[in-house]
């Protein structure tokens, strides 16, 4: 460590003058070391995951969390905590997904029970549809079967994420519109039900949900994926037996809106007081799994970002918020009311840092910034690359405070490690056990040191 | 993939000239392609730790671990596939690991059973030994309290590793001399035992075994490692009862060395075939857990590289060897027998490539170049950058692939994201489940990549 703070220090001094450049690194090396070795978040994550459990915004289980999350901001002590209102949409589960079907090979009937789970947003069925199956690849191929070839049909989109992306994130990108559109293109040509391949690059059996968006203008059909092997068996069992029955029973019914809160802490700043800086991720989560990458660690490195710096004794120039957004999966309520009160207020926000990519290593920041502003970005480089942070790429923030685009100089997503975040995203399998505390730690370390830069230097 | 592609055509044509760079860049896309989609290296090491499990160098698992590495070789189809005798140790762990303590607090016994295991190399207890502990964090504070302290006790080294070294293999190699050193300088003020914190970040309870080396001048004396909860619970044990007797059984001994074997698979080159490039791992394992990370991921690894080169329809120029090099664990007979029979046969080394830092997710590489091959080497850095490659730093490069310095023009060494890699290393936590598919694929794909590029255009 001696090392990295001389050679910090030498850097500092060839490039921004001794004293701002030494108190730079000095206050970076504090930061990590405070968040590697006292940190809270990863105790936090344990409470979030293990005694409120996954929390879909308008859920009882929502509540809760913000109810945490208030307890845990005030325990800052910093200078308010305050809730804002939010309307969210209610969707339940309920009780029953099922799924079956039995196909003949060998002279035989095989009964297959695949992994399967509702998208977000789904209908029910009354009772249970069955159908037989048409697999596509994707919507394009969806419209050339057209309504010959796929009314009264259940479509299977069998479509895996792209693995040559690098970057897993593009990967998901790339097939989210079969998930988004996927049912109501299948219903423009009189399908009655839509089972997708989940999005994830791994290979086992759990089912990943998240949204989909019906088009108003199209009948909704029930919608919901499978997992990656139950996938690839069905294909295999359609191979075998195109004429298969799939029977399909959802208990998923949407409800009326209601309120929920994004929950929010403020530390007034010492020397501009009226630019503001938000750090926030979003504390709704699928219900499924227990939303620890997702956005578990985004939420519980927020807060410890302004414990961090409080603990540290520092006093920040601009007026820090640390926001708990609800509802990010569903429609982004939470960050367009955040946003769209910011404008009434006129409040003006130097800058705005999410993380909502996982609790995985981090590797540096995007970020949507001007070229002016990149430059003087990217002269933190030498300040942040001794600690692993060696992406500095522009595009790309965060879903919650991308509605603050207007209105703000500059705005930041915390990048880190995509290869394994696809593998938990919205399933079962994301649980704290998947969280390692070193990483989440070091994530925290790292917003906490780009916040304390951005809130000493700014952006003009 | 499409822009990646474009991007590092018009960086080929820009600093190489159009048809080798060009060459370049869609030979790497191609084996990124391949080691994604059809690489049967995460196959290979499910066969390895679940079919085999542990190999300690000496031991008859290791002997089936060979017995494996050259069927699967052979089935690469290469020119030749043969075995390298190796002197090896044999030491066995024995079936009796015990540990225990009694400490009186708040007027009642406490009954301990921590979790533990013995240093490889250790000696044995014949019956159990029963000592009062003194706790130390450094050889310095042994040296320090010297005879009058130590004498007649068990040492306890409570040192974790420093967090502060993102690094965590800096972070290793400084507490390292403790488990090397720290029995036989225990032994020099007349210990009777010493326990060990594990060398590991991870705050859990699986101890972590790992070489001690015995100064021949001192008495040999039982060495373990606790885990790091149980030093963590040992410590408060002795500020309630700092007179607390240890209590240690170890039914661990050396028997007689043996010989084992390197297995080494040879493509001939095409143009330069007296020019050799190595790239290996080492098939040997502590005797705990399956040996997933260390070092089953470099070895299917580097199988996976010639497989897929070969499978591409490459025609290598220099002549290649894949080497599962035997016992790195425990006095890197392998390393240093394959170097020493290179330089009896006067074989010319072009580069030499290790994997030994775990299946995680790639991040570039260690090389010990000149400096002019280090420019050259960091000419390729636009070709590697777009998979995520972006560490080309000097220092460092393979345990096993180190002796051959003298008689190598590079050595290399695959550097991967290193934060979860001491959660796992020489524990029972070590198993197959902890290795992600796709991060172990792209390990492979990025080896594969250098090893196209120094065959290509190597370095003078």
Known sequence: MKRILFLLISLAISTKGLTQGAADSLMIADIYKHSLTQALCYEDLRYLCKQIGHRLAGSPSADKAIAWGERTL??????????????????????????????????????CFPSLTALGGSVGTPKAIEASIVEVKSLEELAVLGRAGIEGKIVFFNKGLDPMLINTGAAYGGAYPIRGKGPSEAARYGAVGCIIRSLTLGDDDYAHTGATQYNDSLARIPAAALSARASAELSRALKLDSALRFRLHLHCEAKPRRTQYNVIAEWKGSESPDQYITIGGHLDSWDIGEGAHDDGAGIVQSIQVMRTLKQLGYRPKCTIRVVLFINEEFGNDGGETYAAICKTEGLRHR???????????????????????????????????????????????????????????GLFGLAVDTQRYFDYHHSGNDVFEQVNRRELELGSAAMASLIYLIDQCGFE
């Not at 981090?362 to 300040?383: A, H, I, V, Y």
């Open 351 to 409: 800058a705005a840092l999410e993380s909502d990519g996982g609790g995985f290593t981090p590797r540096g920041f995007s970020c949507e910034l001007n070229d002016t502003q990149f430059g003087r970005f990217t002269e933190w480089k030498p300040l942040l690359e001794p600690y692993g942070l060696h992406q500095f790429r522009r595009g790309g923030s965060g879903v919650d405070i991308r509605p603050l685009q207007d209105d703000v100089i």
């Open 74 to 111: 005030v325990e800052l002590g910093v200078d308010r905590v305050f809730r804002m209102p939010v309307e969210v949409p209610q969707w339940q589960r309920g009780t029953k997904e099922e799924a079956s079907y039995t196909y003949r090979s060998e002279g035989m009937e095989h009964e």
